[in-house]
């Protein structure tokens, strides 16, 4: 279960139009990546999704039901985010079972959750750990932990890997895959790296100025790019 659509979604600040009429559908246990360059609106239209940030108008479907104006917490969403945004006075442990804790989870199942997730990104030796004694790979891994504890409908990731450095994102995005095809949820990844999102997705959702440009599988958008503008940014043939 996972499947998103958007049907005409606008988002102004003030005067500036960020999204332009956005509809769109988010395949349920789909890998589909959110691609565009710097300022398109990326951010923007996850932060919606997550009830982060109120459209101005449209609607937002989670699984058929209408969540447009439901609080983040009952929308079955994780996020994770690219700074990885962890509690730096808590242990990796304590930050994977915040979540669980909000939920009220009893303690005994909150123990074991957090331990089997720990053990599925091969960090079950750092739980006592705070954050800053770990490398930017190990705190990776906490923020993708304590969101598939969660076990939400839908991953929401803008840009997890960004402050990585090139070897540890090559090894990172394995990973994200290999943790894709366990969980089978539904992913929406944002990333403004065209070669991540060639070699990530099941689909590719090109984005520019605040409209989608195109929606198709990574070999459809490189074989038959929609316009200049996707052929160009994805850097294929003209
Ligand atoms: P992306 O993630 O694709 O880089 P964003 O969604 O962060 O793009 O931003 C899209 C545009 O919206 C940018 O021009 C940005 O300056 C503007 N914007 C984003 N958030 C706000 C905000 N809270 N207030 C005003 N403008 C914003
Ligand atoms: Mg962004």
Redesign the pocket.
């Known amino acids: 279960m996972g499947k998103i659509a958007i049907e005409h979604l606008v988002k102004n ?2 005067k ?1 139009k ?1 999204l332009k009429d956005i509809s769109l559908e988010i395949e349920d246990g789909s890998f589909t990546i959110l691609l ?10 996850l932060r919606i999704i997550a009830g982060l940030e109120t459209p101005t108008s449209g609607r937002l479907f989670i699984d058929d039901k209408d969540v447009t104006d439901s609080e983040p917490k009952d929308r079955e969403i994780a996020m994770v985010f690219q700074n990885y945004a962890l509690y730096p006075h808590m242990s990796v442990f304590k930050n994977v079972e915040y979540g669980l804790k909000i939920k009220k989870i009893p303690k005994e199942k909150r123990r074991k959750m957090v331990d089997d997730v720990l053990k599925m990104v091969d960090l079950s030796d750092q739980a006592e750990k705070l954050p800053a004694q770990m490398s930017g790979g190990q705190r990776q891994r906490v923020a993708l932990a304590r969101a598939i504890v969660k076990d939400p409908r839908v991953f929401l990731m803008d840009e997890p890997l960004s402050n990585l450095d090139a070897k540890l994102r090559t090894q990172m995005r394995f990973e994200l895959i290999e943790m894709y095809k366990k969980v089978k949820n539904t992913f929406l990844y ?1 990333t ?1 790296d065209q070669v991540e999102a060639m070699s990530m997705g099941t689909y590719i959702v090109v ?1 520019n100025q605040g409209e989608i440009m195109q929606k198709g599988t990574p070999k459809e958008i490189y074989t038959n790019p929609a316009n200049l503008f996707v052929a160009q940014f994805i850097g294929a043939p003209p």
């Open positions: 600040f003030n500036t960020v565009g360059p710097s300022g398109c609106g990326k951010s923007t239209l944002v403004h984005m």
